[in-house]
């Protein structure tokens, strides 16, 4: 994130995210008729993506710089595009469609837009040692330096298009957690 705007008590941003996710499961094998078939493949199919974000990020301020409580919640929200592709047997898989009795086959490999909302909290590590966050920040620049826990919901799914890849989840549980440490600089 970088922080451009800081009035009182606050802080605004803009942020950006990637990284990488992976699912996989036995491949199925299908019988002539189109159904799945009861015998078990020893090939995996394989689902990756890469999420890609652009954050507008608000981070409320007051608490550790005024008050002394060395807790710093913030929130995002943007657009995201989720870059996927599905191995299936080590291969990139092809999607098999038929369009007015016409039969074609593609590689199932493609993206999707959508958005997200972030919230998180943020604890400022400044507190435990107030020397050695200054001497961090005169010999490395670091500002301030904090543990992090985030919540992230995206809704990748084109914007309520059917005909893209859904990669949205479905529930609250589904919401993908993170945490870390932060620097701020």
């Given at each position: 994130d970088w922080q451009s705007v800081h009035p009182p008590g606050f802080s605004l941003g803009l942020g950006g995210s990637a990284g990488f996710m992976q699912e996989y499961a036995k491949s199925?094998?299908?019988n002539d008729d189109g159904t799945p078939s009861d015998v078990v493949s020893a090939d995996y199919t394989v689902l990756n993506v890469i999420p890609f974000a652009a954050l507008l990020v608000v981070r409320i301020d007051v608490l550790a710089d005024e008050v002394g409580v060395p807790l710093v919640p913030f929130f995002k929200i943007g657009l995201n595009w989720y870059l996927w592709w599905i191995l299936n047997g080590g291969d990139t898989a092809m999607v098999t469609s038929t369009e007015n009795e016409a039969e074609t086959s593609e590689k199932a490999v493609g993206g999707t837009l959508g958005w997200q909302i972030n919230t998180g909290l943020m604890f400022r590590l400044?507190?435990?040692?107030a020397m050695s966050a200054r001497t961090f920040d005169n010999e490395v620049g670091v500002n301030?330096?904090?543990l992090f826990v985030e919540f992230l919901w995206a809704w990748v799914d084109r914007f309520g298009d059917d005909d893209y890849m859904n990669l949205s989840?479905?529930?609250?549980?589904g919401a993908t957690f993170l945490g870390g440490v932060a620097f701020e600089f």
């Open positions: 199925m094998i299908m400044d507190s435990f040692d301030h330096s904090y989840t479905d529930t609250f549980a």
